[in-house]
């Protein structure tokens, strides 16, 4: 969603609302939470929320105590409180759906990281936010070659000025620890500011920055995802992925959030597998679990010493097997079950391959079909050279 007045510059920037892509009715920014009470007026003698939550660049946001009483709404441009002097941001969220966030968020109302709203921001304020914000580009790219010159094992990802333009948060990833003591003095004297250094992880960075995912859509992370879970690669096991960390991997380099979004569906179908180690004792030989298709529901086994020959089973046959096994008793061959999948498969394979998708061969004939006719054309057109000489 965006307002209805947005369109793209010449040097890329949104016009519109003219907040570089922040809209002031809230409709395009990043992370914001639809305020669907807002419409709905509080009951008689109750007094409204006195917190807001202030949304400020990237994402990051706050909780700030209304203690002067301002009628504000969502998009209002708001001083607050910081250390030292004061902090611009943007009303992201009002009303009784703050008490609902703070209570998820785990923030206590009346917690001391909960400060206080000065004013909205006036123009001289918004003067100077700007101001900080055009500044921040550049002085990337100069403490980036700052730290290089210094051989530190760090990499400056952002920066982000504070509203009244007194203090400069520099945002760095690094493996190891970092002494930073003569940077900081360097950024101090270079940038004439004061200076904070904050340590973010991989997945942080990746969401304050943004970018395309492999999908064809925004990162997950930048635009909806506010809690970082762990992934690990038995995630992809379950789900019958290769563990290739080239696909596997995201922007971030780490192992790709999305991982964990059907882990729960696949674990839930696996339910009614067998396990994989587990081998089916036949009068015949000891059957292997070669490989399992969960979309199918289909298993396939071999039998010890014949693993070029692969058995496909359900996982219901593969249950009484196993059931048959338990009691001391060995099935018969794998052959008797086998049989069953098959019958089954014929009764619908005019349904499934009424078209010959499946055939490997489906395009052969028609080239050969194109080339012998090609072949007669060409010998048509081609002269005959003993007519030219009797000729």
């Known amino acids: 969603m965006a307002c209805t007045s947005c369109s793209t510059g010449k040097d890329g920037q949104p016009k519109g609302c003219k907040n570089n892509g922040t809209c002031g009715t809230d409709s395009c920014n990043k992370l914001s939470v639809f305020d669907w009470l807002s419409n709905m007026s509080l009951p008689g003698g109750v007094e409204p929320f006195n ?4 949304r400020f660049k990237n994402g990051r946001k706050h909780f700030y105590r209304n203690t002067e009483n301002l009628s504000l709404s969502i998009g209002d441009v708001v001083a607050t409180e910081a250390s030292p002097g004061h902090d611009v941001g943007q009303v992201s969220l009002t009303g009784e759906l703050v008490r609902v966030q703070m209570k998820k968020k785990k923030v206590a109302q009346d917690s001391e990281e909960v400060l206080k709203i000065y004013r909205k921001a006036s123009q001289r304020d918004i003067d100077i936010w700007q101001e900080g914000r055009e500044r921040e580009e550049k002085i990337k790219q100069r403490s980036r070659q700052i730290a290089i010159r210094l051989n530190l094992s760090m990499k400056i990802s952002d920066i982000e000025f504070q509203g009244d333009g007194s203090k400069a948060t ?16 360097e950024f101090a004297r270079e940038f004439n500011t004061r200076i904070e250094m904050k340590q973010i992880g ?19 992370c930048s635009t909806w995802l506010t809690d ?10 379950y789900q019958q992925l290769s563990l290739n960390p080239q696909k596997l991997a995201g922007q971030c380099g780490k192992l790709k959030c999305c991982l964990n979004y059907e882990l729960d569906t696949y674990l839930e179908a696996l339910k009614s597998f067998p396990k994989t180690d587990v081998k089916l004792k036949t009068k015949k030989g ?29 996982p219901e046959q593969a249950n009484k097997i196993v059931a048959l096994n338990k009691k001391g008793e ?28 499946d055939s490997l061969t489906r395009f052969d004939k028609p080239k050969q079909q194109q080339s012998k006719k090609r072949n007669k054309k060409r010998k048509k057109r081609k002269p005959n050279p003993t007519k030219s000489k009797n000729a």
């Open 51 to 54: 917190i807001v939550e202030v």
């Open 170 to 185: 520099f945002y760095y990833t690094a493996e190891d620890r970092v002494d930073f003591r003569q940077l900081i003095k």
């Open 202 to 220: 991989l997945r942080q960075e990746a969401a304050r920055l943004g970018g395309i995912g492999s999908c064809g859509r925004e990162l997950c």
């Open 228 to 237: 970082f879970r762990s992934v690990s690669t038995s995630a992809a096991r």
């Open 286 to 314: 000891t059957a292997v679990c070669q490989k399992i298709d969960i979309f199918k529901g289909a298993l396939w086994y071999a039998y010890e010493g014949e693993w070029m020959n692969w058995h496909q089973l359900s």
């Open 330 to 357: 060995a099935a018969t061959s794998l052959e008797e079950y086998e049989t069953e999948v098959i019958l089954s498969e014929e009764k619908t394979k005019g349904f499934n391959n009424s078209g010959g998708e």
